[in-house]
Each structure stands twice: as C-alpha cells, then as structure tokens.
C-alpha cells in the first residue's frame, strides 16, 4: 500500500555526528518536505524540493543537508554544525508544492 | 512572514461534549488544513478547504474556510476519548513567502472519559 515511510523511528547519536535520516515515499509525489518539531512549537520547514535534483533552504535550514537524486528518496543529514539538534523529524510530500502535504511517522533524534 | 495563530495550547472537555477550535492569519490564505497529531506519530490530514466560506465535514469532524480568507475552524461534535491529540491548522496564500504552507503551534485537546 503507499505512502510515506521514514526510518529508523528512534535514532541515538554522540554530539559532533553526522547522521542521516531516511525518507522513502511511493505515492508518485513531485514534492518532499522535512520539518522540525519541539516541544509546544509548531512544525518548522528545514527543507523542501519540488522535483528531483532541486532542493531549497526553508526556514531553519542552517546546519542540515539533503538530497534529492530520486523522486521517491529525499534524506536528511544533521551535522554536527546543528547546535540544537535533538528533536522529531517529519517528512512530508505532495503531488505538488501547492498540494495538500501527507506525512511521515517521524523519527525521534537523539543527540547526548 | 505570516502567523497562524490557535489558542488557547490546550483545551480540556468532557467526553460527549462539542468542542470547536480557530485559526487566525495576518495574511489572506487560498488553502487551509486541518491535521491531527497523536503522540509519536506524523499528523495526519483531517479536512482541506479551498474557498472561502467553503463548509466541509469528515465523520464528526466540521471545518469551515472563513470569509475574510484569515480564519478557519473546527468543530469535533460528541466528541470521544479517540478524539485526544494535537491539532494543528495550516494555512498557505498565493503569492512570495505567503505560498508555502505554514502552520499554527497546535491545540492539545484532552477528553476526559
């Protein structure tokens, strides 16, 4: 059935890593988000691409990464240069970037 | 950029009660959303409108675009114990930054059984 997965759910990394979080879509969407969630905060957009090879910067994009070298792949690097990182990553995608946006489950990073 | 702003954080009631929700905008919007977060999970979609003053229902669930294009809401009638999650409105105008979908901070709903 389709939809959106990421990977893992639980994610635990030593401060100055670099980590990657995976997220796989099969729902023939043109566009992938990435968003950050804290505590009592509303979702921030860290990046976004509306077809593949094209990405850009969102709201809080300092300290983060990606790719997009295939329609249904669009991982998230943190570097070690995300002074904050600890928090719930979404993945999103649309039909398009004026589409409603479907989610992910999330993964929880962990950064001791 | 714009704000979406739903108040109050939280909200508790009783089970079988009605409760209803708003969202707020410093920007005129062409789309508005609705979605639902449980705990540890991604949100998950409850209601799109595209026009104002476009009413939508999805179960027990009502949604409704505001006719100045800067508010929206929603209702859970009879609510249930089910029914307790994060809900969050989105919003996204027509033009620049106003394009991307933005989303308010959420309302905790509680129910108590």
């Known amino acids: 059935d389709g939809g959106i997965t990421q990977s893992p759910k639980y994610l635990f990394r030593k401060e100055g890593q670099n980590v990657t979080l995976s997220c796989e879509q099969n729902l023939n969407h043109d566009a992938m988000y990435w968003y950050r969630q804290d505590p009592g905060q509303g979702l921030r957009l860290i990046y976004y691409?509306?077809?593949?090879?094209?990405?850009q910067k969102g709201d809080i994009a300092e300290g983060y990464s990606v790719s997009r070298e295939k329609k249904e792949s669009f991982p998230l690097t943190v570097t070690s240069a995300q002074k904050n990182p600890t928090a719930f990553y979404l993945c999103a995608s649309s039909i398009g970037s004026n589409n409603e946006q479907f989610f992910g489950p999330g993964t929880r990073l962990t950064v001791l | 950029g714009q704000q979406l702003n739903q108040s109050p954080q939280s909200m508790f009631i009783q089970e079988g009660e009605d409760v209803s929700m708003n969202c707020t905008s410093s920007s005129i919007f062409n789309t508005w959303l609705w979605y639902k977060q449980e705990p540890g999970e991604g949100p998950v979609l409850l209601i799109a409108l595209y026009k104002a003053g476009e009413l939508t229902s999805n179960g027990r669930l009502t949604a409704q675009f505001g006719i100045t294009r800067k508010d929206s809401f929603l209702n859970i009638s009879a609510s249930i114990p089910s029914d307790v999650g994060i809900y969050f409105c989105a919003g996204r105008g027509s033009t620049g930054a106003n394009s991307k979908l933005t989303f308010g901070k959420g309302i905790t709903l509680s129910v108590r059984p």
């Open positions: 691409s509306q077809i593949v090879n094209d990405f």
